[in-house]
């Protein structure tokens, strides 16, 4: 006899039917979420299919040629943006969390201050970090409409949501582990940064990624930063200019030419993959340093 | 060694790996020849950025040490950085205005304006319509204002026979879209919604070409390869009906569906070689590409005019 149905008979309410109905509207409620991804993708699939080719990857975009038109520059736009993204928003994302988490004074006012802020910053439309970033990074900095603008803006827009999952991650590992720690001599940073931390990495990665995965599929602040719609090199460096992949498939949507519609769903296509690529790595590091107390 | 650590390096491949991919290729770049940048950068209009992606393709497969790079954030976003010296040339589907010629002023950008094409949209009808030849803007309005509730031929002239009015048009993300609400209804972007809006031409062409009464706009050229399928409307804007052609939209007497698109270039990034042999390359296959883009080409006068104002200032630019 299953939990559930003990804990009824012993409360001595609920009905098998009730009981099925709610089951029901749980289970229906999760087929919307997976059924509206099935027919995204199956339709985007079978559109792309006459294109979903190594010529997306090995060619340059074509205004001239939608037939041989490919999505290089984007594709490698988008892995430079996003390896910045996260070279410069994971470790800042994560050491804030540390400190707040783990160093802060719990409950003070300034402490409270701060945390009201960054909830509210995981919750500012994109655009406005694109005016941010085209105010200070572009012009204040002068960095221009290049690689390194793109990705500190966007890392701007998901250290929040690293933030808040960080401090989620930490504040599941258990008390007596610090206690521990701290009982056989060693110092708070010590205790932070090889017991807290390390089991706090499963949860560390699955936010990241989904961090990241938003920043990936961003177009609004890039067409603000100065995101390119037609260019046939690969970025060079963080100076470079760049496309991005979202941008890519909404330029070649909006052209009248039937070629282009399916160009832009095959890179759809690219694009989920490159998600599926991160979230697989999310899983695979969350599997490898998952602790069990 | 900690778990932390472990975990860091074996990480740290995917994103090594992720650098390299992306850092093989990217190898091309050389500043151009003759001591240039090596780099243009064009932006503005997205109804001209056709002819200057076309432009840019063409010569960087000639030209291949020269990267040029064209966005599309709009003729008033792109003459914001244009001004600020942030890029080379401005792409723009209507004259600079005098705000931006003021702030192009402030920051010493001189720039000329250079013609590259005509943009014409037509107003079609199905082949078997013999009541309607010429509307006026003011009917045009009121088809496709915002609040129209218009269904029926002889809601817009009681003359016309009672027939249903369905209607096709660009999709609203389309630069069409935004230059003939722009031009008919008063306000970019402003537009009734219940009609049949696709980003591809042909589903227009044949929504029209199926229903007796359908009307529906797109760009000329488009209208002259489907001549045998459909009808172009003419257009009444208070000087009496002018029908859609290469002449009268050349010559400004089809309006208000026809303008000229512009490219601005900076005298001073004129001064760069590279720049110069692109603007060169622009000017004198300027036909070719305008054809391309489906756009009517500048008449041959216009076009020696442009190839001769080009040198001029090249001698201005000093290069």
């Known amino acids: ?293 | 060694m900690s778990q932390l650590k472990r975990t860091l390096l074996a990480a740290s491949p995917v994103l090594v790996a992720a650098l390299l991919l992306s850092a093989c290729g990217g190898s091309n770049n050389s500043s151009g020849e003759d001591g240039g940048s090596g780099q243009i950068r064009i932006d503005g209009s997205s109804t001209v950025y056709p002819l200057s992606a076309i432009a840019a393709e063409d010569f960087q497969i000639a030209n291949p040490g020269i990267q040029v790079t064209v966005g599309s954030s709009g003729t008033g976003g792109g003459f914001e950085k244009f001004c600020r010296g942030e890029t080379d040339a401005n792409d723009a589907s209507r004259p600079i205005k005098d705000s931006e010629i003021q702030e192009c002023a402030d920051n010493g950008i001189e720039y000329a304006q250079l013609t590259v094409a005509i943009d014409a949209l037509t107003v079609v009808v199905n082949k078997e319509n013999d009541f309607a030849n010429c509307l006026t803007t003011d009917q045009l309005a009121a088809i496709w204002g915002p609040d129209s509730t218009v269904s029926n031929w002889n809601e817009v002239d009681p003359s016309f026979p009672d027939e249903p009015l369905p209607l096709f048009g660009p999709g609203t993300d389309s630069g069409t879209f935004d230059y003939f609400t722009d031009v008919i209804n008063g306000e970019e972007g402003v537009s009734r919604t219940d009609f049949t809006p696709s980003e591809d031409d042909n589903v227009i062409v044949q929504g029209v070409a199926g229903s007796k009464g359908g009307l529906g706009y797109f760009g000329y050229t488009y209208f002259e390869e489907n001549t045998d399928r459909l009808k172009a409307l003419e257009i009444d804007s208070g000087a009496g009906c002018v029908a859609p052609s290469a002449d009268t939209a050349r010559d400004g007497s089809y309006t208000p569906l026809s303008r000229p698109l512009f490219v601005y270039p900076s005298v001073q990034s004129l001064a760069d070689p590279n720049v110069a042999e692109f603007f060169q390359f622009y000017v004198d296959n300027d036909v070719e590409i305008a054809k391309a883009a489906l756009y009517i080409p500048l008449s041959d006068a216009a076009q020696e005019q442009l190839v001769t104002d080009f040198a001029a200032l090249l001698n201005q630019a000093g290069s």
């Open chain 1, 1 to 293: 006899m299953s939990h559930l149905q003990l804990t009824n008979q012993l409360a001595g309410k609920g009905t098998p039917l009730r009981d099925r109905i709610f089951m029901w509207l749980l289970f229906l409620s999760l087929a919307i979420g997976v059924f509206t991804l099935a027919v995204l993708l199956t339709y985007v699939t079978i559109k792309g299919w006459p294109r979903l080719d190594i010529r997306l990857f090995t060619n340059m975009p074509s205004v001239r040629d939608p037939e041989n038109a490919g999505a290089q520059s984007a594709i490698t736009g988008s892995i430079w943006v996003i390896s910045f993204t996260a070279l410069v928003a994971l470790p800042t994302g994560v050491m804030a969390a540390l400190y707040l988490e783990e160093f802060a004074r719990p409950n003070s006012r300034s402490q409270r201050f701060i945390e009201v802020n960054i909830q509210n910053l995981a919750a500012v439309p994109s655009i406005v970090y694109g005016i941010l970033g085209l105010a200070v990074f572009a012009r204040a900095l002068a960095l221009g409409q290049s690689v390194i603008t793109a990705a500190l803006t966007l890392a701007l827009l998901v250290l929040p949501v690293i933030i808040i999952s960080t401090r989620e991650a930490l504040r599941a590992v258990p008390r007596n582990i610090r206690d521990g720690s701290l009982a056989l001599g060693a110092t708070e940073w010590q205790t932070a940064y090889r017991q807290t931390l390390p089991a706090a990495i499963p949860g560390i990665a699955t936010g990241t990624i989904l961090a990241l995965s938003r920043a990936i599929g961003e177009a609004a602040p890039l067409l603000l930063l100065g995101a390119v719609s037609f260019i046939t090199f690969n970025p060079d460096g963080v100076l470079s200019d760049y496309t991005t992949l979202p941008i890519q498939i909404f330029n070649w949507t909006k052209d009248s030419r039937e070629e282009f519609q399916v160009l832009a769903a095959a890179t759809i296509v690219v694009l989920l993959l490159i998600l599926l690529a991160m979230n697989f790595v999310a899983i695979w590091i969350r599997n490898k340093t998952q602790k069990r107390w």
